[in-house]
């Protein structure tokens, strides 16, 4: 059965982190405003310095963000083939992951390739690095891939040791687990592939304390999340056991001509259904959509879209039982994007939608204290999740 009681499991895996050192799994998904680890970052940092943990979380085999997020940096063959969700059609073969991506890895052309001898096979580097000392060395790794030939391998070589893995699994979804003997800060995984196989990503990760994957995808409304086959979802819940679910969108939504979000709704509670039986023992926290200017009479004002758009946010969130946080009011509310892009130094960009570094690490200071505020509460306070909770800045 889904969990439907707000924020009370994850606050509850905090609590037992607390005590034990468990892992507590947070996928939090978005747009833009996330991109290159904007938000998602900061918060990650604040909970695994609170909480215990370390490693970047999640990253896809290659991002449009390898060359600007500073948390991990990636570099990658250009030979692989990558399905995602803007794919206009979907082969059946690659069905998409968690996060939106499924990758396809060059098959070898000669049988008796190995990962270690195939010239041209495909591959992929990840270098830790970034101001978060938590994500700057590898303690472990998981690899995701999906069925395929069982003489596949990886060659997986981290602090100058190369090792072969075979690719074994004939499950929707496998994990190879990869831990250096010491932490490493670069791995590179060079695929030997008898036929082309999905290949999904990478799970830098302790082994126990907050691991926080950050899922963005540029110009995504959250809809075609239901892209995902949910046999994938499933499948990653069963491996990843996520504890929160966070979905953060609206900018891609709000228009001022739109009147009503009525189906906009609609169409979310389908993503949240979904999410909660793929992942049963997840809270899910629908963050409600930022302030967003328009030039209205010759002045930058709030988007008449927006509270709108708040509305069936809101609603969304009491319908299914999910936990809000009004990303608007702790904004500051009617204007607050103005403030932040006309404040010396900004916080936002003059496109008076997007926030910069500076307002990311704000924002992730406003959820992280929104989520610590919630978990001081005692146990019987949090049963419902407050799902209309916000928090003002101070």
Do not use: C
Request: aromatic content about 10%; overall charge positive; glycine content about 10%.
């Amino acid at each position: 059965m889904p969990n439907l009681g707000g924020l009370r499991s994850f606050l509850a895996a905090l609590r037992q982190t607390k005590t034990d050192g468990s892992p507590v799994r947070i996928a939090y998904f978005g747009d833009s405003m996330i991109e290159g680890d904007l938000i998602t970052g900061d918060l990650r940092n604040s909970l695994q310095t609170e909480f215990g943990g370390s490693g970047v979380g999640y990253v896809p085999i290659n991002s449009i963000t390898a060359d600007f997020r500073v948390t991990i940096h990636q570099t990658f063959s250009d030979n692989w083939q990558e399905y995602n969700l803007v794919t206009p059609k979907l082969p059946a073969e690659y069905p998409l992951g968690v996060s939106g991506h499924v990758f396809v890895p060059r098959a070898l052309p000669r049988a008796d390739s190995t990962a270690a001898t195939a010239g041209g096979a495909s591959w992929v580097e990840y270098k830790g690095g970034g101001p978060f000392a938590a994500v700057r060395r590898f303690e472990q790794a998981r690899l995701f891939y999906g069925p395929g030939k069982a003489q596949d391998e990886v060659l997986v070589t981290t602090n100058g040791h190369e090792v072969p893995h075979a690719l074994t699994g004939t499950d929707a979804v496998n994990a190879l687990l990869l831990k250096p003997g010491v932490p490493a800060r670069i791995m590179r995984l060079d695929f030997a592939t008898r036929r082309p196989r999905p290949v999904y990503g990478v799970s830098f990760e302790g082994a126990g304390g907050v691991v926080l994957d950050n899922f963005s995808f540029r110009g995504n409304s959250g809809l075609s999340l239901t892209r995902i086959p949910f046999q994938q979802l499933a499948a990653f819940g069963q491996l990843l056991d996520y504890r929160l679910i966070i979905l953060h969108y609206g900018v891609n939504v709000a228009a001022a001509s739109t009147k009503s979000y009525g189906w906009y709704a609609r169409g979310m509670t389908r993503v949240v259904d979904r999410m909660q039986r793929a992942f049963p023992n997840a809270s899910i926290l629908i963050i409600g959509m930022s302030d967003k200017s328009s030039r209205i009479d010759g002045e930058f004002q709030t988007d008449p879209s927006v509270p709108r758009l708040l509305a069936a946010q809101r609603q969304l969130a009491q319908r299914n039982h999910a936990a809000f946080w009004n990303l608007f009011e702790a904004m500051g509310g009617e204007n607050s994007m103005v403030s932040w892009v006309e404040d010396s130094p900004a916080l936002a960009n003059k496109d008076y939608t997007h926030v910069n570094g500076r307002g990311a690490h704000k924002i992730a200071g406003l959820l992280f204290g929104y989520l610590m505020q919630e978990y001081a509460r005692p146990p019987s306070a949090t049963e419902a999740g407050r799902p209309d909770s916000t928090i003002r800045p101070t």
